[in-house]
């Protein structure tokens, strides 16, 4: 294994905190969503911050996959991460629902198209079997 890039995030103060990164690309406050008994302050949460992360990532996978078969993508193409926080008589735990716009592709192609960016993305592997992961294919009517 070869490790291509490595980034370094830090947070003091857990959800009331505040997140630096070494590079100091990112520097903001983080808050409690009023749904979570917070004060619903300014800040931004980590639930933002993992599905913009995801939607990301999968946004690159997905551009893999359409290179290989050979599809343009439009610039309109995107990706939308809802990630919900939930809880049951176990404790909390995470999902997502990926969104992915693909315009200008059939349904049975945008279909493969996240099925597949599903199989090589790196977050899509990290939560595999951790979270439920819903893709849903969003089309033009």
Do not use: W
Not at 46 to 64: K, S, T, W
């Amino acid at each position: 294994m070869k490790t291509l890039y490595e980034a370094t995030t830090t947070v003091r103060g857990g959800r009331n905190g505040h997140l630096t990164t070494d590079d100091k690309k990112l520097d903001l406050d983080l808050s409690v969503p009023n749904e979570m008994g917070g004060d619903g302050g300014s800040g931004t949460n980590p639930e933002q911050l993992f599905g913009g992360a995801y939607a990301a990532c999968f946004g690159g996978a997905v551009q893999v996959i359409a290179k290989k078969k050979k599809i343009e993508l439009s610039d309109a193409f995107s990706i939308t991460a809802t990630i919900g926080f939930c809880e049951d008589e176990e404790g909390a735990f995470l999902e997502a629902t990926l969104d992915c716009y693909i315009p200008g592709v059939d349904i049975k192609t945008g279909e493969s198209i996240i099925k597949n960016a599903h199989k090589i993305c790196p977050f899509s592997k990290a939560v595999e079997d951790n979270i439920t992961v819903n893709l849903n294919l969003m089309v033009d009517e």
